[in-house]
């Protein structure tokens, strides 16, 4: 289903992005919507939600908010059924709500193991399955799965952010062959050093560290992430699955 001609490219098609009330997830959503497509965003906070959606008005595409925790197994099916509901259809799933709890190995809790993993990678799987029943009928979609740096080549401070965020890649190959019969494509985009709230939690000394690192010198912006989501929720990337795209940079070549 594409939109008349002279539309913007995405119109017609519904998309959900999740944790998309700021940094890169807002950053995505709007520029979704931008090219015309209509889109439901979810987040835990209903004021920070609102105002998210608020922030959004008037792009081509109309942005609906849904609060849903992605890594609760009814909010994942409450948000695909809101997606078939209210936009009539489902093409693009952009699994992007993420969370850090930084430690070293030896001191980790099981409790920042455990939420890590619930978050970032059961929360995929959940929103995945979801999806995917409502893209099976239609026999198309794209599921674009946020990864990191970090699950390819491993962060200190990060095994449980750097395991989860790997899991989301082994996720993306297996259900990229599996789904692929439908035409549903599923590809990764792992995003260096980007500067959200997420990174500004980072220690200053920290930060310049990994800085040093990286060979265009500066930080990427939601924006950089968004430009490769939106590329493979397009039409130019009809032939693309099971791949991961880095945009970092540099700092992981
Ligand atoms: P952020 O912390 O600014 O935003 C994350 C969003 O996810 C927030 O809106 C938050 O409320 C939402 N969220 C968290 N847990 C949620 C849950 N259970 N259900 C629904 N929403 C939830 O982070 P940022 O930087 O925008 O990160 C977005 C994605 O990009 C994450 O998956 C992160 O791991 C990934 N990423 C970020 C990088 C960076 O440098 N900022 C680098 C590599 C990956």
Redesign the pocket.
């Known amino acids: 289903m594409s939109g008349a001609p002279g539309a913007p490219p995405l119109s017609g098609k519904a998309a959900i992005v999740?944790?998309?009330?700021?940094?890169?997830?807002?950053?995505i959503a709007a520029l979704l919507a931008e090219r015309g497509a209509a889109v439901v965003v979810?987040?835990?906070?209903a004021d920070?939600l609102q105002s998210?959606v608020k922030s959004l008005d008037g792009l081509a595409g109309r942005v609906v908010g849904v609060v849903?925790?992605?890594?609760?197994h009814d909010?994942a099916d409450r948000l695909a059924g809101a997606a078939r509901e209210q936009l009539g259809r489902l093409d693009i799933l952009v699994?992007?709500?993420?969370?850090?709890r930084d430690g070293l190995l030896v001191r980790m809790k099981d409790d920042d193991w455990d939420r890590v993993m619930?978050?970032?990678l059961r929360?995929v799987f959940l929103m995945m399955r979801a999806a995917s029943k409502v893209m099976l009928r239609q026999k198309s979609g794209r599921i674009i799965n946020?990864?990191?740096?970090?699950g390819a080549m491993g962060n200190a401070g990060q095994a449980n952010?750097s395991a989860a965020?790997a899991g989301v890649i082994g996720l993306t190959k297996a259900s990229a062959r599996e789904l692929a019969h439908w035409s549903i494509l599923v590809n990764a985009v792992?995003?260096?050093?980007?500067?959200?709230?997420?990174?500004a939690a980072i220690p200053e000394s920290a930060r310049g560290a990994l800085l040093a690192q990286v060979p265009l010198g500066r930080?990427?912006s939601?924006r950089e992430?968004a430009e490769m989501v939106g590329f493979l929720a397009g039409d130019g990337a009809t032939y693309i699955t099971g791949q991961v795209f880095h945009v970092n940079g540099g700092l992981y070549i």
């Open positions: 999740t944790g998309g009330s700021r940094g890169i997830g807002l950053a979810s987040g835990r906070d920070r998210a849903a925790d992605a890594a609760k909010d699994n992007n709500a993420g969370i850090t619930e978050v970032n929360s946020i990864t990191s740096t970090a952010y965020k792992a995003p260096g050093l980007i500067e959200t709230d997420m990174t930080m990427g939601p992430v």
